[in-house]
């Protein structure tokens, strides 16, 4: 069984040029756009924080430098709000601020792929265990889904991914696993195929975009060779390393949003408004009504 040593960084792939969400992400990087009022990579950084990660580690790209910025100090607001005393908006900003130190940028300088961008985190990552978490996904559940994975890397060491159902007719566009024996409270991954044709999928659980990997994936992915859609996949940098090393499957059961789509991204908003007890009295009337017409 592979190594227990304590997964301390995440790595956030910021990159993404985010194209599906023209022309919002002209100008906004798509980790930006807001789910109720956090951005979407809020949620993501919150699950990682939840799961006790120290350090956040963020691959970015030209135009991404506002993700820099959300989490500095904005001094100019803050002076503002505490000339008028806004006590509970600056009480906001100051939770969300990471400590000092704890947040580190590298960019991504060509779309190359999912590969390619976890391996420019490997100098700041260096010979330890790390997360990843694709920060298109936003989940609710009981747990977080990384708090859950931790939990069962805890018991199984080696490498762990999260993986859902999908339909079988959804399966050509994710990463699948094949589903082995148990171990711990997960599963043995037996095989992985990234984007596989449609009717050739191993099973259908999908990898739903959260990871804790091992560090012998960077000297994988430097020589890996591009594949599906002809970019650098993790995947199969990943098959390769589950050679020599295990892999666990983590099988996440609450809910998962897809906010790098724009019926994901609008279910989201709802979801978590409805959740709300500042949004919900007056969103949920009229969302009935809207959706009633509909039906009229
Ligand atoms: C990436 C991964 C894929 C995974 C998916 C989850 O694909 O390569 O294995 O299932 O994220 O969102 P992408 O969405 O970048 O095409």
Redesign the pocket.
Known sequence: MGQHRKVRKAVFPVA?LGTRFLPATKAVPKEMLTVVDKPVIQYVVDEALEAGIEHLVFVTGRGKGVIEDYFDIQYELEQTLKERNKKAELTLLSGILPKAGMASFTRQQEPL???HAVWCARDIVGDEPFALL?P??IMRGEKGCMKGMIELYDQSGGNVIAVEECHPDQAH????VGVGDAIGSGFRITG?V??PAKGTAPSNF????RYILQPEIFSILETQERG??N?I???DGMLKLAASQDFAGYHFKGETF?C?AKDGFILANVAFALERADIRPTVEEPLKQLLAALKG
């Not at 566009?173 to 699948?176: D, H, M, N, S």
């Open positions: 993404g792929g999912l590969g694709l298109d996904m566009k994710y990463g699948i992985m990234e984007k999908f990898i739903n975009g599906a859609g970019e996949q993790l995947t897809d790098g």
